[in-house]
């Protein structure tokens, strides 16, 4: 009688490297986006910058540091109504802006022929800390406003304060707890209205897919899911509801890098279709085309520009 020998094969060595690789290193974590922006893949394809009308936009580089940028737009402006239809005045306005970029400071400041002054500021205070500012100043009563955000960037986390005018104040962490998620919250007060909120979200993200939740005290979940098809393709989906409201959106998106262009595009469930297309016709010449249909309304946008200049 033979004897039967069981003799387990040996695991093969790239196996090993595997398992070895899947032992994650908690105290080495990767450092999470801004809670601000953990919707960021969602938004670039689900809201591009659509406008109606003609837009043309030239920049011009005095030197490595300082940049002047041109602007001039002519469209039709949506006005508050109480109708269900969309009540539309013709407008025009030419804006003037100054850029200063450098490695630890950037300044950009913009005003328009209405009297409108647009200014933002990103300072690296430090390796870690970085403010960032924004204000709008114009001659319309209580229309001016103002708002300061410091940014703490941890090895693992991220810290965020924000002042406003209004008496407005509002406080936001997030932490990574494995390679590929990563909890937040946060909280705020605007004690001009006497409202206060506070809310929490989620963030799992890896090569190929982002997903996100979101809910807050004000009555708002906000759902995302962005599958990266490959470098070149993403297509993204969201859902919107109010629970306090009951008012429910989701959209579908997609986002096409072409060799000599981008397309963007969603569509939405209350009816309405958009696409947004940049086409590089030159080094420095880029012609931008986009499109919205609202079914419901009724209400249809087409615009195109020209953007000169880096």
């Not at 659509?50 to 837009?55: D, K, V």
């Not at 030197?63 to 539309?88: C, D, R, W, Y």
Request: net charge neutral.
């Amino acid at each position: 009688m033979g004897s039967h020998v069981d003799v387990h094969p040996p695991i093969p060595a790239k196996e090993m490297e595997v398992k070895k690789d899947e032992k994650v290193d908690y105290l080495n974590l990767p450092c999470p986006v801004p809670y601000e922006e953990i919707h960021r893949e969602a938004l670039m394809s689900l809201k591009p910058e659509l406008f109606e009308g003609m837009r043309f936009d030239f920049t011009k580089g005095l030197n490595q540091k300082f940049a002047l940028s041109h602007s001039v737009f002519m469209g039709p402006m949506e006005i508050p109504s109480q109708s269900t239809e969309t009540i539309k005045i013709p407008t025009a306005h030419y804006e003037f802006g100054a850029n200063y970029l450098d490695p630890k400071l950037m300044l950009f400041g913009r005003i328009l022929t209405d009297g409108r002054l647009n200014a933002r500021v990103k300072c690296d205070l430090t390796d870690n800390l970085t403010l960032k500012a924004n204000a709008q100043i114009t001659s319309e009563p209580h229309m001016s406003h103002g708002m300061a955000n410091f940014d703490y960037k941890g090895r693992d986390s991220r810290t965020q304060f924000q002042m406003g005018n209004g008496a407005l104040f509002g406080a936001s962490y997030i932490q990574s707890v494995t390679p590929h998620l990563s909890l937040g919250s946060e909280v705020f007060w605007a004690g001009q209205h006497r409202k206060s909120g506070i809310g929490f979200a989620a963030r799992y993200n890896t090569d190929k897919m982002v997903a996100t939740g979101q809910v807050a005290s004000t009555g708002m979940v906000a759902l995302s899911y962005v599958q990266k098809v490959s470098e070149k393709v993403s297509l993204a989906s969201d859902l919107m509801y109010n629970y306090m409201s009951r008012d429910v959106t989701a959209s579908f998106g997609y986002d096409y890098i072409l060799r000599q262009c981008r397309l963007r595009g969603k569509f939405d469930s209350n009816g309405c279709a958009a696409a947004f297309l940049e086409e590089r016709l030159n080094m420095g010449l880029n012609f931008i085309l986009s499109a919205e249909i609202d079914h419901r309304k009724k209400d249809y946008k087409f615009g195109f520009g020209l953007t000169v200049g880096e």
